[in-house]
T-cell receptor
Framework: NAGVTQTPKFQVLKTGQSMTLQCAQD?????MYWYRQDPGMGLRLIYY???????DKGEVPNGYNVSRLNKREFSLRLESAAPSQTSVYFC???????????FGEGSRLTVL | ELKVEQNPLFLSMQEGKNYTIYCNYS?????LYWYRQDPGKSLESLFV?????AVKQEGRLMASLDTKARLSTLHITAAVHDLSATYFC????????????FGAGTQVVVTP
């Protein structure tokens, strides 16, 4: 049972490059989320998708875009990476009507 | 704006002793979550507290929620080395489940 799977696990980019983080869940959850984790700041919500076909901004959406491809998949795209986007990114999902999140293993991104 | 504050941010524990982590939040909510994160790993759900007075226990960990005081506590009984990790509390931002506001985390180190 894979749960929430993220790829890639590690990535190094140069400033201005673009990339997409992929996330897939096999728990039949309706809601999916992208968080970033920075030292001393906990996790901050970037974007979320309450259900297939819907997306909405979280606390720190600037510089990111998302796509809810289907019920299983939710991708995060950085169009023009900046050093401030160096972080660990976590994808998560939850069942309908609950805020308990199930997290992926994380993607560590470094922007030089 | 919902703010979530944890204290302490670092806790050095002696094996066998009892300790408490505090989580205060700034606006009304009756949904609070505790997560554990091991170094370099993902976040694991520990407790989901969904009402005033809720108390959950699992092994040496016990979490409680006082919504009137906007306070949750995570109590550790007779600490053991395996409990070394970072513990996060999180509160739902709005009526939309899963849009969590995280505290900064409490790093726990348990030594003999």
């Amino acid at each position: 049972n894979a749960g929430v799977t993220q790829t890639p696990k590690f990535q190094v980019l140069k400033t201005g490059q673009s990339m997409t983080l992929q996330c897939a869940q096999d728990m039949n959850h309706n809601s999916m989320y992208w968080y970033r984790q920075d030292p001393g700041m906990g996790l901050r919500l970037i974007y979320y998708s309450a259900s297939e076909g819907t997306t909405d901004k979280g606390e720190v959406p600037n510089g990111y875009n998302v796509s809810r491809l289907n019920k299983r998949e939710f991708s995060l795209r950085l169009e023009s990476a900046a050093p401030s986007q160096t972080s660990v990114y976590f994808c998560a999902s939850s069942r309908h009507g609950t805020g308990e999140l199930f997290f992926g293993e994380g993607s560590r991104l470094t922007v030089l | 704006e919902l703010k979530v504050e944890q204290n302490p941010l670092f806790l050095s524990m002696q094996e066998g002793k009892n300790y408490t982590i505090y989580c205060n939040y700034s606006t009304t909510s009756d949904r609070l979550y505790w997560y554990r994160q091991d170094p370099g790993k993902s976040l694991e759900s520990l407790f989901v507290l969904l009402s005033n007075g809720a108390v959950k226990q699992e092994g040496r960990l016990m979490a409680s929620l006082d919504t009137k005081a906007r306070l949750s506590t995570l109590h550790i009984t007779a600490a053991v080395h395996d409990l070394s990790a970072t513990y996060f509390c999180a509160v739902d931002l709005t009526d939309s489940w899963g849009k969590l506001q995280f505290g900064a985390g409490t790093q726990v180190v348990v030594t003999p």
